[in-house]
């Protein structure tokens, strides 16, 4: 029995001293204080991130950016160092720096300047001190920055005819958060009056059961927390004679401009007709066929006609040959 506690004992004694005689296992532990970032467009932020190994010949840190959804694993490396030497590889380089140089003390963060609206996006934050894997050697941090609405743009639906419904449009481009949309009837003591239905998610404005005495001018206002920007749109209510009359007009002008063009077709195409046309050329010392025989018919020759006669060969016989 005492034999059988020793030998246990001396192989409890075995086992302690393997355990003791091992070197220890460093991790790495990445800690990100603040998963979100908010900051203004041409402001600073800076994106945290910390952790915890003992720092080796084989240790090095990189920064990586997915802008707008891109999924953090498809970002592009932006910061890196690794034996002293640091680099910064992506399109921020100008504005980006790191908070310790080197980051070697246990902080890898690293400041943004002059922020806008394409730095938008998930950073990533990986440190590694190989051989030492285990532990959590990233971290994600999100940055949201805040922009002003851009100018909006107004346009109009449908035809202002009286009795009839028109809807106004706005909206803009850019702006984080999204801006509200707001319309108000310029000239006008109440904002908007009965019959007028918006939609300040949207920017939609709807006019119904339209009438003369909603003409004029229309303003819409793009706003969120860090500013505003408008369009003004203005709209003439017609009655449904006017717009006869005015239909009317316009499709006799088409008329009248088609009929224009024809008669300047026809013409053009008459005068190219009449060059093309050959004149008949004629030599006096031809025979036409249509010419009377010189040999007059011995009945319809005449006294005169006979005197003529006789005084050409009178002639011709007192030709010397």
Request: net charge neutral; hydrophobic share 35%; proline share 7%.
């Amino acid at each position: 029995m005492e034999d059988r506690n020793m030998l246990l004992k001396s192989l409890l004694l075995v086992i302690t001293g393997l355990v003791l005689h091992q070197d220890p296992v460093n991790s790495v532990t990445v800690t990100i204080r603040e998963n979100v970032v908010v900051g203004k467009a041409g402001a600073s932020v800076t994106l945290p991130c910390s952790y915890s190994t003992s720092v080796g010949t084989n240790f090095n840190v990189q920064w990586k950016f997915a802008p707008g959804n891109t999924l953090p694993s498809n970002g592009n490396q932006i910061y890196y160092y690794s034996n002293g030497g640091s680099y910064k590889p992506g399109s921020q380089a100008d504005r980006l720096t790191i908070v310790h140089n080197p980051p070697t003390s246990g902080d890898a963060s690293i400041q943004l300047s002059n922020i806008r609206a394409s730095d938008n996006g998930s950073y990533a934050c990986e440190v590694n001190n190989p051989p030492d894997f285990s532990g959590t050697g990233s971290g994600i941090v999100q940055l949201t920055v805040l922009t002003p609405p851009g100018s909006p743009s107004c346009q109009m639906s449908g035809s202002p005819i009286a009795g009839s419904d028109v809807t106004l449009q706005c909206s803009s481009s850019g702006g984080n958060p999204p801006p509200i949309y707001s319309w108000i009837f310029v000239g006008s003591k109440t904002p908007l009056l009965p019959g007028m239905m918006e939609n300040q998610r949207t920017g939609a404005l709807l006019l119904t059961n339209l009438s003369q005495s909603i003409s004029g001018s229309y303003r819409c206002t793009a706003t969120n927390e860090l500013g505003q920007a408008t369009c003004d749109l203005s709209i003439s209510v017609t009655s449904s004679s006017n717009s006869g009359a005015i239909a009317g007009a316009v499709i006799g002008v088409l008329l009248a401009l088609l009929l224009i063009a024809a008669i300047v077709i026809y013409f053009l195409r008459y005068r190219k007709k009449q060059r093309k046309v050959p004149r008949p050329e004629y030599r006096g010392s031809e025979i036409r066929e249509d010419a009377t025989s010189p040999v007059l018919h011995e009945d319809r020759r005449g006294p005169q006609t006979d005197s003529i006669l006789h005084d050409t060969r009178d002639r011709d016989e007192n030709i010397v040959i």
